[in-house]
């Protein structure tokens, strides 16, 4: 099987990070590098790792940022850290399936046309139950998990963005480390994941695994907490505040995808899917 790093991102952890390591070290398959980067917790995180390293089955490698660079640059930064061939990104309060690492380099071991490797998920609270709610669907013929493999295989991400731009969360994602030169910088004003899915998607084939390989936390400490509870005023104002900043920085949905476009056109790699760019051009002209 082709070598595989972990790029694990921590910030303020402690409470899930010793779980997740867990799931890593009992893989079917074990990783060959975890590559760690701390984004300057004032929590007990480096601690957790740190003791996790003493006797982990695998390299544990260890970077922590004097100042705090917020998840998308602190995940810019363990990905360009990773030496091996095939880099699974890795949140720090998920548990991950046994199978998970084993699942996915089967799909990248048989295709190699394959460049990313999607798959289901199953949401857990913060006691590790069931997170309930509506089943998700995609694109504009509202596919479930399980009909997405087809659909990738046919359209590549293209059912993700119709009608909506829709990502995949990172945790559930891994691809080819030759992909890193076309990834890193990442676009500063969206999330990480959103642009890994959508710089690669052109330029190479990606598969979908419908099993839920991982358990997604849910919790209202993570990114995604506006998922929990209710929305007060004050969530409203930080969310709008939060985006007026990011136009003034030049962080817009248009430059995002102009950003895109000129990454891959300088690439000089061969578009498998040039309709992605094309629909791509779409969403500048009508953002």
């Keep these: 099987m082709a070598s595989t790093s972990v790029a ?21 398959v074990l990783p060959d590098e975890l590559v760690v980067c701390d984004d300057a917790s004032t929590d007990a995180s480096m601690r957790v790792v740190e003791d996790f ?8 490698r260890i970077f922590r940022n004097p100042n705090n660079l917020g998840y998308v640059k602190n995940f810019e930064q363990a990905i360009g850290l990773c030496s091996k061939e095939i880099i699974f990104l890795c949140d720090q309060d998920d548990d991950w399936e046994k199978k998970k690492i084993e699942s996915v380099l089967k799909i ?3 295709e190699e046309s394959v460049g990313m490797v999607l798959h289901g998920f199953q949401k ?13 669907k995609f694109g504009v013929k509202q ?34 480390h030759k992909f890193n030169k076309l990834i890193i910088p990442i676009f500063p004003g969206k ?33 995604n907490s506006h998922e929990v509870g209710k929305k007060t005023l004050m969530h409203f104002l930080r969310r709008l505040l939060k985006r007026i900043n990011a136009l003034w920085k030049g962080h817009s949905k248009r430059n995002f995808y102009r950003l895109l476009i000129q990454r891959i056109n300088q690439s000089g790699m061969k578009l498998l899917h040039p309709e992605l760019l094309d629909l791509y051009k779409k969403y500048i002209k009508f953002i």
Aim: proline fraction near 5%; charge should be negative.
């Design 8 to 28: 694990l991102c921590t910030y303020n952890g402690e409470r899930f990070l010793s779980q997740q390591l867990a799931s890593l070290a009992a893989q079917t």
């Design 53 to 60: 390293a003493k006797n982990a089955p695998f390299s544990v």
């Design 108 to 110: 990248f071991d048989s």
């Design 124 to 136: 857990i609270d913060s006691r590790g139950a069931p997170y309930i709610e509506l089943e998700e």
């Design 143 to 176: 596919l479930s998990a399980n009909q997405l493999d087809e659909a990738f295989r046919s359209s590549s991400i293209e059912v993700f963005l119709v009608p909506h731009s829709r990502a995949w969360c990172g945790c559930m994602t891994a691809f080819r």
């Design 191 to 223: 999330g990480h994941d959103d642009w890994i899915l959508k710089v690669i998607a052109p330029v190479s084939e990606i598969r979908f695994l419908p099993e839920p390989l991982i358990r997604y936390r849910i919790h209202e400490g993570n990114n």
